[in-house]
């Protein structure tokens, strides 16, 4: 108990968070980190996810690809990165990383929501004289939006709790202040980083299940 009350002391004073090593500044450095990594991610698992779902052709096989990269570990995929030509680039080695991590949720939900969109519906759809590109973003992806959002979610909360490594490679976000307090051998402001780390991560969680909520849940396909 010890631990969690010092830690809650160093949360609340004030000169932590303030200036470049504060926690607001720390913060603002993994939010930015998260979201950019997110929206990478999802430029490049997203559009092979709903047109594999589409087709309905290759789509297992690059599920069962992208689900391979679960299995290494995000850090060790980010020292093979930082001892190749690319760690000379700032924090791209953190950026590929995290994406490698976050592809797999996104592009197994997409897939699997594709999939999953009722048959009929996407026959009705073609009987209808829809092109692909109609049946596409007007019938299959409005139904599996639930699936998508909610690859997207895991996904992001994912990227919240391990982009604390970019810390370990010279990088910001909160990462840096769990670092920095194993090198002060402060166990309060370790405690108090990760702590943050899960709070920050919970938040997320609990903004993408609003989301979710608040979209509306198309049964018709929306066609016309």
């Known amino acids: 108990m010890n631990a969690v009350a010092d830690a809650w002391t160093w949360l609340t004073d004030g000169a932590h968070w303030t200036g470049?090593?504060?926690?607001?500044?720390?913060?603002?450095?993994?939010?930015w980190l998260t979201v950019l990594c997110l929206l990478?991610?999802?430029?490049?698992?997203?559009?092979?996810?709903?047109?594999?779902?589409?087709?309905?052709?290759?789509?297992?096989l690059a599920v069962n690809i992208s689900?391979?990269?679960?299995?290494?570990?995000?850090?060790?995929?980010?020292?093979?990165?930082?001892?190749?030509?690319?760690?000379?680039?700032?924090?791209?080695?953190?950026?590929?990383?995290?994406?490698?991590?976050?592809?797999p949720p996104l592009l197994t939900n997409a897939y699997v929501g594709m999939r999953e969109?009722?048959?009929d519906v996407v026959r009705a759809a073609r009987g209808m004289g829809m092109t692909g590109s109609q049946m596409l973003f007007r019938v299959e992806l409005p139904l599996a939006l639930p699936m998508v959002l909610g690859g997207v979610?895991?996904?992001a909360v994912q990227l919240v709790a391990t982009a604390t490594?970019?810390?370990?490679?010279?990088?910001?976000?909160?990462?840096?202040?769990?670092?920095?307090?194993?090198?002060?051998?402060?166990?309060?402001?370790?405690?108090?980083?990760?702590?943050?780390?899960?709070?920050?991560?919970?938040l997320v969680?609990?903004?993408?299940?609003?989301?979710?909520?608040?979209?509306?849940?198309?049964?018709?396909?929306g066609a016309r």
């Open 165 to 202: 490594l970019a810390a370990l490679a010279g990088g910001g976000g909160l990462g840096r202040i769990i670092t920095a307090g194993f090198d002060l051998a402060s166990t309060p402001q370790v405690v108090a980083g990760a702590v943050l780390v899960a709070v920050f991560a919970l």
């Open 67 to 103: 689900n391979v990269g679960r299995a290494v570990p995000t850090f060790a995929v980010l020292v093979l990165l930082l001892l190749s030509p690319l760690g000379r680039h700032g924090d791209w080695p953190t950026v590929v990383a995290l994406v490698l991590y976050a592809v």
């Open 20 to 31: 470049e090593n504060g926690v607001a500044h720390r913060l603002v450095e993994h939010l």
């Open 40 to 60: 990478l991610s999802c430029l490049i698992a997203l559009p092979v996810a709903l047109v594999l779902g589409h087709i309905g052709r290759g789509g297992a």
């Open 117 to 119: 969109v009722d048959r």
């Open 205 to 221: 969680e609990g903004l993408f299940a609003l989301v979710e909520r608040l979209v509306p849940v198309r049964t018709d396909g």
């Open 153 to 155: 979610r895991l996904a």
